[in-house]
C-alpha cells in the first residue's frame, strides 16, 4: 500500500487512527504492529515472512548479544549471525536476487530494507552496549517494521524512539502540524516529482535519447529534482505520519541544492541512511585507530554502499564509484579548497551532481553513459523545439522545486514568527485544505 494513493489517504489512514487513539497507550505498539502487517499484506501477504523473519531474528539476537556481553567472541558471532540473515532476506525479498540467479524471482515484499537495516542496527547497539534489549516481542517487531517508514524512508534508530513507544502520546498540536507535513510531502511527491518524471519521459521520447547538449543538461536537473522531491516527499509522509502517532523524526533532508561541496550535499541528502552508513559502516572500518588510510577507506565504502542501496546494478556501482573518488578528493584537499571563491566551489559542486545525476538516468548503463556523453558533445548544442517545449511545461514545476528545496522561504517564515506574527494559526486551516484538495486532484488524475 503506498502512502500517496486515495485508499490509504481516505480510508487506511482515519480507521488507523481511530483504532490507535481509541487502544491505551501502553497497547499503541500493539496498533502499530497490526498496522504494518496490514500495509505488507496488502500489497502481498507472503511479505509477512520477511518481516516477522527479521522481528525474530532482531529479537532473539538482541537478548544473546546482552546475554554474552561478557564474552565478545560469542556476541560477535550472534551478531554476525543476525547481519547474514537480514541481508538474505533483504536479497531475497527486496532484490529480487532469484530472479537474477534462476530467471524467476521470488516478490518484492513492502519494507523489506527498513526491516533489515532496523535489525541490523538494533543488535549492533546493543553488542555495543549502546542499548538494552527489548524485552516485548511486539514493541520490537514495532520498531523493526516501524509503520511511518514503510515506504523506505528514513531509516530510524531504536535509542531515538524506545521511551515513546513503550506508551505513544497523541499531542493535539503535534498531531495538527504532522498533517500539514504529510500533505506537504504528498504533495511533493504527486505534484512535483511525478510531473518532473513525466516530463523527462516525454523528452526522451521526443528527442529518441539523442538529446542536444542543453537539453541533457537540463533533463539530468529535472531528474535530479524528480527523484530528490520523491524522497523528500516520502520522508515528509513519514515524518508527519510520526508526528501524528507521538513521535518526532527529525528532517531527512537540509536543503542539499545549498550546499557548496559534494561532501555537504551527500551528508544533507538522506541523512538517515547517511548517518546509518557512517555508524555501521564507517565506523567499524575506521576504527578508533589515527590511521588517515583507514578512515578514506571507510569514508569511501560507506559512500558507494549508500548509493547502492538505492538501487543495486552496475550504473549505481559506477556512480557510487565515483562520487566516493571526487569526495575523497575534496577530504585530501579540503583546506586548499577552501581557498577557492564559494561561487566557483558551488557551480563545480552542483555540475558533479548533475553529471552523476544523467548517468542513473538511464534503464541500463550502456544508454547511461551514452546521455552523459550527450552533456559533453557540442555537435548538437541546441534543439529549439523540444527545448521550448521543455521550458515551458517544467517552468511551474520547476519554480515549485525551487521554492521547496531551497531555505529563503523557511527563513522569511521564521523571521515572521520572530516578530510575533501567529502565521500558522492564520494559515494551517487553509494550507490544509488546499493541500488535500490538491493532492487529491493529482491522485485522482492519474487512476
Not at 523557511?410 to 488546499?434: D, G, H, Q
Request: charged fraction near 15%; include cysteine.
Amino acid at each position: 500500500m503506498n502512502f500517496t494513493t486515495i485508499i490509504f489517504l481516505y480510508f487506511f489512514l482515519p480507521a488507523f487512527m481511530l483504532v490507535y487513539f481509541l487502544t491505551k497507550p501502553a497497547g499503541r505498539a500493539a496498533v502499530l504492529t497490526l498496522g504494518t502487517c496490514t500495509v505488507i499484506a496488502w500489497s502481498e501477504p507472503l511479505g509477512l515472512l520477511p518481516f516477522f523473519g527479521s522481528a525474530i531474528c532482531a529479537y532473539l539476537c538482541g537478548i544473546f548479544c546482552y546475554n554474552f556481553r561478557e564474552d565478545k567472541k560469542r556476541q560477535r558471532r550472534v551478531l554476525v549471525l543476525n547481519t547474514v540473515i537480514n541481508l538474505l532476506l533483504l536479497a531475497l525479498f527486496c532484490y529480487s536476487a532469484w530472479e537474477q540467479l534462476f530467471g524467476k524471482g521470488l516478490f518484492t515484499a513492502v519494507g523489506c530494507g527498513i526491516f533489515a537495516l532496523h535489525a541490523i542496527s538494533y543488535c549492533a547497539d546493543v553488542c555495543r552496549g549502546e542499548t538494552e534489549p527489548e524485552q516485548s516481542f511486539i514493541r520490537n517487531a514495532a520498531y523493526i517494521g516501524f509503520l511511518p517508514s514503510m515506504n523506505g524512508i528514513p531509516l530510524v534508530r531504536r535509542s531515538d524512539i524506545c521511551e515513546t513507544m513503550k506508551a505513544p502520546r497523541i499531542n493535539t498540536t503535534m498531531m495538527a502540524d504532522g498533517i500539514v507535513v504529510m500533505l506537504f510531502g504528498i504533495a511533493q511527491k504527486v505534484l512535483i516529482a511525478d510531473r518532473l518524471t513525466a516530463l523527462f519521459e516525454d523528452m526522451l521520447y521526443i528527442t529518441g535519447g539523442e538529446m542536444s547538449l542543453v537539453l541533457s543538461w537540463m533533463g539530468a536537473f529535472i531528474f535530479g529534482g524528480a527523484m530528490l522531491c520523491r524522497l523528500k516527499g516520502y520522508a515528509n509522509i513519514a515524518r508527519g505520519f510520526a508526528m501524528m502517532l507521538g513521535f518526532d523524526l527529525g528532517r531527512s533532508f537540509d536543503y542539499p541544492f545549498s550546499k557548496l561541496s559534494l561532501r555537504d550535499y551527500l551528508n544533507s541528502y538522506n541523512i538517515p541512511l547517511v548517518g546509518w552508513a557512517h555508524k555501521y559502516i564507517y565506523e567499524p572500518i575506521a576504527g578508533n585507530e589515527r590511521s588517515y588510510t583507514r578512515k578514506l577507506i571507510g569514508s569511501a565504502t560507506s559512500i558507494i554502499l549508500v548509493c547502492v542501496s538505492y538501487a543495486p546494478s552496475m550504473k549505481y556501482l559506477l556512480w557510487g564509484s565515483a562520487a566516493a573518488l571526487l569526495i575523497l578528493f575534496e577530504m585530501l584537499f579540503e583546506t586548499r579548497l577552501e581557498k577557492v571563491p564559494k561561487p566557483i566551489r558551488y557551480i563545480a559542486a552542483h555540475v558533479c551532481t548533475l553529471i552523476g545525476w544523467g548517468l542513473i538516468s538511464q534503464p541500463e548503463l550502456v544508454t547511461s553513459l551514452e546521455y552523459v556523453s550527450n552533456m559533453f558533445d557540442g555537435a548538437t548544442l541546441l534543439d529549439y523545439a523540444p527545448l521550448l517545449y521543455v521550458l515551458r511545461t517544467s517552468a511551474p514545476y520547476v519554480l515549485l522545486l525551487v521554492l521547496t528545496e531551497l531555505p529563503q522561504p523557511i527563513r522569511l517564515y521564521k523571521r515572521l514568527e520572530s516578530r510575533r506574527v501567529n502565521v500558522t494559526a492564520m494559515i494551517k486551516p487553509i494550507v490544509i485544505f488546499s493541500l488535500l484538495s490538491l493532492c487529491t486532484a493529482f491522485i485522482m488524475a492519474e487512476v
